[in-house]
């Protein structure tokens, strides 16, 4: 009997018969699935999973090499070359290749052999032809690409045969089989090739030229064995006439080919270099490329046109790139830029872009070539236009040699145009254009200067910091010459001047230079590789422009301006100089500099607009000069003096008055200006940031700021004109245009007023009588009625037409002017984001919250534009990271705290009141804001107030210390406020109040604080059935237990205050189970802070510990663990200072004399007392007394006082509660004992010290009975035994009187 492959698993029927153990079957399916996934990954999609599971195949065949698992690997891979699934094919093979490669042993001619047994050509169905067909092939491939098969030459022929056979299928395999013929055969060594070549390769020059498969076979054969290929072929010329057309056909069915796969076919770069090799180039391009090719508009032709072009740059010389790049196949190539514009269109910018920087990346050593090629690209225009864009990022490739050319170039060009040596074309629909201005050669050269100027400033840019010095200087000084100067007489002082214009220079041309240099004064006021903004001499670029501007300004009889200035306006310039003279004064300081470069920009808009700029410039000067001159501040938070002067103001306004211009450039001078003022603003320049942003305001008055518009700057800089790209695509848009239409007509049909109608109908009746005929006959009217009713008509139409467009333009006036002031607002915001990001702690910054609340409802509500919604997420951002996340605050308020309180309340309110959460949520963030300013913040007046009322009251406990004391928050009313808010929200159906805003106030107050108010009200225990209630105290318990493991190790403010609060809430909630009789297991809460009293010891000496001390023991003592005494230290080494009262009053009574003290203190020494308590420093007792009954009388009255029993106490620390069984909640003291009681005093001196203590750690449960005494006299009890006050004596005799009194009565 047969043994089974372990590979493949038996049958259910078969495991049965033969009698085989199911854990033994259980096994082989177990083993046989895991081998049998790695072939179900392999034909998956995903690469990566196909990759890791042929690595994984690999790996476990490795372990079995000779095992059947090789066997049934190799039968399920050439099983799945012919699936059925067109994408699964091509994973079998490559892991099928991989196989091969790993494992050498394997026979190739075997492997082989089995395809082809596996899928006979010759038997298989007609049905199964073709997946047999790429088996056969996707077979000999994985041979392959194993590498083994150019070294097996048997397979080797085999192989090839089979390719041939492969290659009659033409309907399905295509040329797949030729092309792989040509890859193998590539790849083969000479002598292999010149014995395969006659059986590959037949000699007819036909054939050869038929397919690119045949003639890439025939330039292989011709590259490696030359001499093989004439004797078989002979001698062909490939460029023959008679040949060209063939070439031509061939490149068209490769362009085909590769059609969807968008590449250059190898055939096409084989015949350029055998074209180049053979000196034919010439010939090549002009007849094969641009003759036929080119000629057959079949756009994948062209784009393979193209693609030869850009892959023929690194090969070619000087004189051939100039035949290229001046023929049709670069003119062409623009009319496809130009035209392809639609965003379905292809586009092959983006891969001639690849291809010109490979290129110049390429032949660096190469100046000469480089520029050749940049130049020739930069001269193909339409109609005067470049077609390749201003920002080109090949650039960036450039030789330094080749770039000084080009700029040099460009700068020629922009004096001179010279028109004859570009690439120019028209598209079609231009050339159908019958406007002869179109075609004037005044307009090519508009467009073609200002391409010039916005791609030098681009180079600038995009090269600012490769870029040399010098080149960045000519590139500067020649944008401002030709910006604001003219030339009246040549001077060799100025450059400039020397080159005179071929065709003089409009007024448009100058403004689309000045827009470009205000671009590149941005470039360069922002990055620079020296500093910021400024030369090797440390000077910004702004002063060097400003004192070439300066000399020019001083040969006016070789230059002058565009727009002469005044007497005034040079006087304004003058002074200008003189203050950044005075300015190098106070270099030093960074407000200086950004003062120098205010000065420096509005100085040089000077020469673009001296009428508006002139008095700007007077006023910047003078408060550049008060705030140089006038004294620092002292603090940057307080309130600011009346008698502050107004340059702030000033200098406020007219910061806003520069953001009020379209430059982008002024925008960021003026956020840097305000930075430096913003630590000197006052409430009233706050106020003026704040008009211009409050919605109410700037929306009903007039602003006093006029905010200018810029889309003429934005058209200026467009690098292409627009009318002409809307000519070019008017085919494509004229569905859009009557869609348009439509709507118009729409539009204007809803503009027909009641009145129109009225008047419509007057006309009408009035045409009607003029007729002379009877309403009710239907005859005709006459011509001159007619003729009447017309024009009545006319004219009645053409004042509505009027009235309509007079609406429609006022409404697009009313949202030009609501856009522009959008804008200015969100430019203003950068002035707000500057303020509250260097000046948060600054006072003023809390009066930005409900300003930018008031934004932020408004652009909530109507944000249906983009500028609406730029405006809101500025804004919100700037509020929630920027002010309320901010990490510093103010911290001196001041007399704000009441207002602050007032204000958190109307937040909450508001926040309540709002239409939708995402508005609730910014209100209660600043609420949470205010809440943490307040918090931080201390009062002084509020302390000491407190502190009055606290010493007027009878509550005897001091005021508590540490963050409590310091915080001006009033806790009772953001309690109240907050608390008003939960309500609210968990009562209310349709709260815009969120669990993630209480959340976030929890996290910022810590939570326990509001659980002991919460876990105290009646409200919220009603809302608790009783298990639900033992359950929620004990996940109380629990989170409480956790955070106190942490105990005394608190390193910041915060974890100080949470370790009180955490103790705090403990004691609270001890109370609350004693007085709900709750039991509870508290061995794990009992354990955690016996374990942290040793660190809790070592911080005793830092700030704050005292009270942290006092909850801890008070805790302590309701679980049954008494607080240590303290040791008395000798008196030597305690100051007198440190000496309870008790102790001072007994001195004063009267003391021993220093021998009898020096021998009682050596006695008490050697023996000391059995209580614990140090030895009373009082007069002697008789002998006869007794000295058990002596201690005791003097001890009881220190034992009062210390809150601790005379008896013998437990080990600090010792567990009272047997941790082996869950204790019930131990019953506190009760309230109506003496105060010697409660602190754990014996009731009786004659009871045994260990069973007392052991009664009074371990309380029987019971119910606490009506005390006689007050709530208020209670609570002032409790306190002082919390605090351990030494006036305990005092108010425990003041209350045993009024118990006394209170029960006397009746």
Not at 214 to 223: H, P, S
Not at 247 to 253: D, F, G, R, T, W
Not at 625 to 647: A, N
Not at 1157 to 1185: L, W
């Amino acid at each position: 009997m047969e043994s089974r492959d372990p590979a493949e698993p038996m049958s259910p029927g078969e495991a049965t018969q033969s009698g085989a153990r199911p854990a033994d079957r259980y096994g082989l399916l177990k083993h046989s699935r895991e081998f049998l996934d790695f072939f179900w990954d392999i034909a998956k999609p995903e690469q990566e999973t196909r990759l890791a599971a042929t690595e994984k195949l690999l790996e476990y065949l490795r372990g079995r090499p000779k095992g059947s698992e090789m066997k049934y690997a190799l039968k399920r891979l050439i099983t799945g070359l012919g699936v059925g699934r067109e994408t699964a094919r091509p994973c079998y093979s490559l892991a099928l290749a991989q196989l091969l490669q790993s494992f050498e042993d394997l026979p190739l001619c075997s492997i082989l052999q089995q395809i082809q047994e596996k899928y006979d050509l010759h038997q298989v169905k007609k049905a199964m032809l073709r997946p047999a067909l790429f088996a056969n092939l996707f077979g000999v491939l994985a041979l392959f690409q194993s590498g083994r098969l150019v070294k097996d030459q048997e397979a080797l022929m085999k192989s090839v045969k089979l390719l041939q056979a492969l290659a009659q299928y033409q309907n399905h395999l295509q040329e797949q089989p030729r092309k792989a013929l040509v890859d193998i055969l590539s790849e083969v060594s000479k002598a292999t090739l010149q014995e395969i070549l006659p059986e590959v390769l037949k000699a007819d020059l036909n054939i050869i030229l038929s397919s690119p498969e045949q003639l890439e076979l025939f330039l292989l054969a011709q590259q490696k064995v030359p001499s093989k290929l004439k004797k078989l072929v002979g001698s062909v010329n490939l460029f023959s006439d008679e040949n060209v057309p063939r070439l031509v056909n061939v490149l068209k069915m490769a362009a085909s080919s590769v059609k969807k796969d968008r590449k250059l076919p190898a055939i096409a770069l084989d015949l350029l270099r055998l074209a180049l090799k053979e000196d034919k180039f010439p010939r090549f391009w002009k007849e094969v490329v641009e003759q036929g090719l080119l000629k057959m508009q079949f756009w994948p032709a062209s784009y393979l046109c193209f693609r030869l072009l850009g892959a023929a740059l690194p090969l070619l010389t000087k004189e051939q790139l100039h035949l290229v790049m001046q023929g049709d196949v670069i003119r062409h190539y623009g009319e496809h830029v130009c035209t392809a514009k639609l965003p379905k269109q292809f586009k092959f910018a983006p891969e001639m872009d690849d291809y010109v920087g490979t290129f110049l990346e390429g032949c660096q050593d190469d100046p000469e070539r480089q520029l050749a090629v940049l130049v020739a690209f930069s001269s193909v225009t339409n109609q005067g236009l470049p077609v390749t864009p201003t920002f080109w990022r090949v650039v960036r490739f450039l030789s330094p040699p080749a770039l000084r050319g080009y700029v040099a170039w460009l700068r020629a060009m922009f004096l001179q145009p010279d028109l004859d040596s570009l690439v120019d074309f028209s598209t079609n629909n231009q050339k159908k254009a019958q406007d002869s201005s179109l075609h004037m050669p005044e307009r090519a050269v508009f467009r073609l200067r200002k391409w010039i100027i916005f791609r030098l400033v681009s180079i600038v840019d995009s090269l600012h910091l490769e870029m040399e010095e010098a080149l960045t200087e000519q590139v500067a000084r020649f944008c401002l010459f030709h910006s604001f100067f003219v030339t009246k007489k040549p001077t060799s002082q100025i450059p400039e001047t020397k080159h005179p214009f071929s065709f003089p220079l409009e007024n448009q041309a100058r403004e689309a230079v000045s827009s470009a240099f205000f671009s590149l004064l941005q470039t360069l006021s922002t990055q620079f590789k020296q500093a910021p903004g400024q030369t090797q001499g440390g000077q910004p670029w702004t002063y060097h422009l400003v004192q070439f501007a300066d000399l020019l300004l001083n040969h006016s009889h070789n230059v002058t301006t565009v727009t002469p200035f005044t007497a005034q306006q040079r006087q304004a310039w003058d002074r200008m100089l003189q203050t950044l003279k005075e300015l190098e004064a106070h270099s030093a300081e960074a407000r200086a500099a950004a003062f120098q470069h205010l000065l420096l920009l509005v100085g040089i808009h000077l020469l673009k607009s001296p009428a508006e700029s002139c008095d700007l410039l007077g006023d910047i000067q003078t408060c550049i000069r008060k705030s140089l001159g006038e004294k620092p501040r002292r603090s940057r938070t307080k309130t600011i003096d009346p008698q502050e002067p107004p340059w702030v103001e000033v200098l406020v306004e007219i910061l806003l008055a520069l953001l009020a211009q379209p430059s982008h450039l002024m925008r960021q001078v003026a956020r840097s200006v305000f930075g430096h003022i913003c630590s000197h603003l006052t409430p009233r320049a706050l106020q003026l940031i704040l008009d211009v942003l409050n919605p109410e305001t700037s929306e009903d008055e007039n602003d006093r700021v006029v905010v200018t518009d810029d889309s003429d700057e934005r058209r200026l800089k467009g690098a292409e004109d627009k009318s002409e790209e809307g000519e070019d695509n008017r085919s494509s848009e004229s569905e859009e245009e009557s869609e348009g239409e439509e709507s118009e007509e729409e539009e204007r049909d809803g503009d027909v007023d009641q009145g129109f109608r009225e008047q419509l109908m007057t006309v009408l009746q009035a045409g009607k009588a003029l007729g002379g005929e009877d309403s009710e006959n239907e005859e005709e009217l006459g011509d001159e009625a007619m003729m009447a009713l017309d024009q009545s008509l006319a004219s009645l139409f053409a004042e509505q037409k009027l009235r309509i467009q007079a609406r429609r333009d006022e409404k697009n006036k009313l949202q030009k002017e609501k856009a522009l002031r959008r804008d200015f607002q969100i430019r203003v915001l950068d002035l707000v984001e500057v303020l509250v990001t260097k000046q948060p702690e600054n006072a003023l910054v809390l009066e930005l919250l409900e300003p930018l609340l008031s934004i932020i409802r408004r652009s909530l509500r109507s944000s249906s534009s983009k500028q609406e919604q730029d405006l809101l997420h500025k804004t919100a951002r700037i509020f929630t990271h920027h002010l309320c996340r901010a990490r510093r605050y103010c911290h001196d308020l001041g007399e704000r705290a009441e207002a602050l309180h007032a204000q958190v309340e109307r937040l909450v309110q508001q926040a309540g009141r709002q239409p939708d959460s995402p508005t609730a949520l910014y209100h209660f963030n600043a609420s949470l804001y205010l809440l943490r300013v307040l918090k931080g913040n201390t009062a002084e007046g509020c302390v000491h107030e407190t502190q009055e009322k606290q010493k007027a009251s009878t509550d005897p406990s001091p005021m508590p210390t540490g963050p409590q004391a310091a915080s001006c928050l009033d806790l009772n009313l953001v309690t109240r406020v907050y608390s008003t808010a939960l309500s609210s929200f968990l009562t209310k159906r349709n709260s815009p109040l969120t669990v993630p805003m209480f959340l976030s106030l929890f996290s910022r107050h810590p939570a326990c604080l509001l659980l002991q108010k919460t876990l105290s009200m009646r409200e919220v225990r009603s809302c608790f059935e009783d298990p639900e209630w033992k359950q929620l105290m004990g996940q109380v318990l629990a989170k409480v237990t956790e955070n106190l493991r942490v105990l005394g190790e608190a390193q910041t403010k915060a974890q100080h205050q949470q370790a009180l609060s955490s103790l705090e809430l403990l004691n609270v909630l001890f109370r609350t189970c004693k007085h709900e009789k709750l039991t509870l297991d508290l061995t794990v809460l009992l354990g955690v802070l016996q374990g942290q009293q040793q660190s809790l010891q070592q911080g005793a000496h830092s700030t704050g510990s005292s009270r942290l001390h006092d909850l801890y023991w008070q805790a302590m003592k309701t679980l049954g663990v008494q607080r240590p005494k303290l040791e008395k230290k000798d008196a030597k080494e305690v100051p007198s200072a440190t000496h309870s009262p008790i102790s001072k009053k007994r001195k004063k009574k009267g003391f021993l004399p220093e021998t009898k003290k020096r021998k009682k203190r050596k006695s008490e020494d050697g023996t000391p007392a059995e209580d614990g308590t140090p030895a009373a420093t009082g007069g002697s007792q008789p002998p006869s007394m007794g000295r058990k009954k002596r201690n005791r009388t003097k001890a009881k009255v220190p034992a009062q006082a210390n809150g601790t029993p005379t008896t013998k106490s437990p080990a600090p620390g010792a567990p009272t509660l047997s941790p082996s069984t869950p204790a019930k909640y131990p019953k506190l003291q009760k309230k109506n004992q003496k105060p010697s009681q409660v602190n754990g005093a014996p009731g009786s001196p004659t009871e045994p010290a260990g069973q007392k203590q052991h009664e009074k750690a371990l309380p029987k449960k019971g119910v606490l009975g009506k005390s006689p005494l007050s709530a208020l006299a209670r609570k002032k009890a409790r306190l002082s035994l919390v605090i351990r006050s030494p006036s305990l004596l005092q108010s425990g005799a003041k209350k045993k009187k009024v118990q006394l009194r209170k029960a006397g009565k009746p």
